[in-house]
C-alpha cells in the first residue's frame, strides 16, 4: 500500500508527496505535530495537516529570512526570534559571530522537542549558547520588551491557531517599541497566489505597513513545497532601506545554498499582480 501526505492548497487544487514512513504523530496542547520522510523530500514536518519545512528546501526559507536583514545591517547584535520551532532561523542567524544573543520564544516546547530529536538537519543549532529559549506566547513576550533588539524574525505559522495573535497590529506595534533605532522586523506573509491565501497575506502585510509606515516592503522566495511555490515575506524598519546591501556582508564569507546579495535585490522586485495586490489591498 503506498502512503502520501496531501495538502489542500485551494478548494481546487492540492499537493501529495509520497510518504515512505510516518515518523512520529501526536497532538500536543496547541496543535497536531506530524514528521514523515519521503524519497524525493526527506524527512518533512506538518503542523495541523500543514506544511511547514522539508529537508529538501527549507534552506530557502530559513536563509530569507536571516540573511536579507543581516545584509542590510551586519553589525546586528542581539535578536528577537518569534517561533521557529524547527531550528532553521536559529541555524542561520548562529554563523554571525557577531551576534551575541538571540532570544526565541516558541508556544509549543513539544515542537523544540521534535525536531531536536527528528530534524537534526534544521535543529542543529538550538543548543548555541548565545541562545536562550522561551516557552510562551510570543505576543506577551514583546510587549515587555522596549528599545532592546536589533532585528526579530517572525517565523509563526499561519494566521488561525496557535500563531493568530502574531498578525495583529498589537503585534506589530510591540515589535516596533522592542526594536533600536536601525532595527529591522521580518517576517513570514504566505502566498499570493490562491485568493484565500493572497487574503490572508494582505491581511499581515496591511497590518506591517501601517506600522512600519515609514519603510516598509514585501519580498519573495521560491519554495517548492508551499502553496504554490511563491512566497512572500515582510521587511519592516525603522532607518534601514531594505534594497541597501551592505558591502561588509560579503566580507563574512557566511555560506549559502540560496540567498546571495544579487538575490537580495531582486527578491523586493515583485511580479506585476503581486504589485497591484499590495497597492491597491484587494486579492485576485
Not at 514536518?45 to 530557502?60: F, I, R, S, V
Not at 504566505?190 to 514585501?218: T, W
Not at 504589485?275 to 491597491?280: G, I, V
Amino acid at each position: 500500500m503506498e502512503l502520501w501526505f496531501t495538502e489542500n492548497h485551494s478548494e481546487f487544487a492540492r499537493m501529495s508527496i509520497k510518504v515512505g514512513e510516518h515518523i512520529y504523530g501526536e497532538q500536543s496542547e496547541f496543535q497536531r505535530i506530524d514528521v514523515f520522510d519521503s524519497p524525493e523530500f526527506g524527512r518533512f514536518l506538518t503542523l495541523d495537516g500543514l506544511m511547514m519545512m522539508t529537508e529538501k528546501d527549507e534552506y530557502a526559507y530559513h536563509e530569507m529570512m536571516v540573511h536579507v536583514p543581516m545584509a542590510v545591517n551586519p553589525s546586528i547584535s542581539k535578536i528577537l526570534i518569534i517561533g521557529a520551532g524547527d531550528g532553521g532561523v536559529v541555524r542561520e542567524a548562529a554563523k554571525y559571530q557577531g551576534i551575541t544573543k538571540m532570544d526565541m520564544v516558541e508556544i509549543d516546547e513539544q515542537v523544540v522537542d521534535v525536531c531536536r530529536k527528528y530534524l537534526p538537519q534544521t535543529a542543529s543549532a538550538l543548543d548555541d549558547p548565545r541562545l536562550n529559549i522561551y516557552f510562551q506566547d510570543g505576543l506577551r513576550f514583546v510587549r515587555q520588551a522596549k528599545d532592546e533588539y536589533d532585528l526579530i524574525i517572525v517565523d509563526s505559522t499561519d494566521a488561525e491557531g496557535p500563531g493568530e495573535g502574531l498578525f495583529t497590529r498589537e503585534f506589530y506595534g510591540n515589535c516596533y517599541n522592542a526594536l533600536r533605532e536601525n532595527g529591522i522586523l521580518v517576517n513570514q506573509l504566505g502566498s499570493p497566489y490562491y485568493e484565500a491565501d493572497a487574503r490572508a497575506m494582505l491581511r499581515a502585510y496591511g497590518k506591517l505597513q501601517h506600522v512600519f509606515s515609514d519603510i516598509h516592503a514585501a519580498y519573495q522566495a521560491h519554495i517548492p513545497t508551499y502553496p504554490s511555490g511563491h512566497w512572500l515575506f515582510g521587511y519592516g524598519a525603522k532607518t534601514m532601506q531594505p534594497t541597501d546591501v551592505s558591502p561588509e556582508w560579503e566580507k563574512l564569507g557566511i555560506e549559502t545554498k540560496y540567498y546571495n546579495t544579487n538575490l537580495h535585490r531582486g527578491s523586493f522586485a515583485l511580479p506585476t499582480y503581486v504589485n497591484k495586490m499590495l497597492d491597491t489591498g484587494k486579492g485576485q
